[in-house]
Nanobody, 114 residues
Framework: QVQLVESGGGLVQPGGSLRLSCVAS????????MAWYRQSQGKEREFVAG????????TYGNSVSGRFTISRDDAKNTVDLQMTSLNPDDTAVYYC???????WGQGTQVIVSS
């Protein structure tokens, strides 16, 4: 069974940092590009970051570029999202994405608030 499970969300103060993790199972993880998306209340889901096979060519959405870093560990079948300099606009449910099968995790909530 192909599955994505996110973790690491929570409440953080503006300016703070948080690290999200996604564990993948049921497919040959190292063979595929992975990505993170987010969806804020009342808005469409937006692309946050993507990473290619072997960790190459990370790409980022305009609103997070320079603050977020995506990484992967093929030995552990994980793709992480390190988020820094968080602001209230980053408040959203963050989803791990397997583009090849258009598969989504259940999401993890991030709230940036003082």
């Amino acid at each position: 069974q192909v599955q994505l499970v996110e973790s690491g969300g929570g409440l953080v103060q503006p300016g703070g940092s948080l690290r999200l993790s996604c564990v993948a199972s049921g497919f040959s993880f190292s063979w595929y590009r992975m990505a993170w998306y987010r969806q804020s209340q009342g808005k469409e889901r937006e692309f946050v970051a993507g990473i290619d096979i072997g960790g190459g060519s990370p790409t980022y959405g305009n609103s997070v570029s320079g603050r977020f870093t995506i990484s992967r560990d093929d030995a552990k079948n994980t793709v992480d999202l390190q988020m820094t300099s968080l602001n209230p606009d980053d408040t959203a449910v963050y989803y791990c994405n397997f583009p090849h099968l258009s598969l989504w995790g259940q999401g993890t909530q991030v709230i940036v608030s003082s």
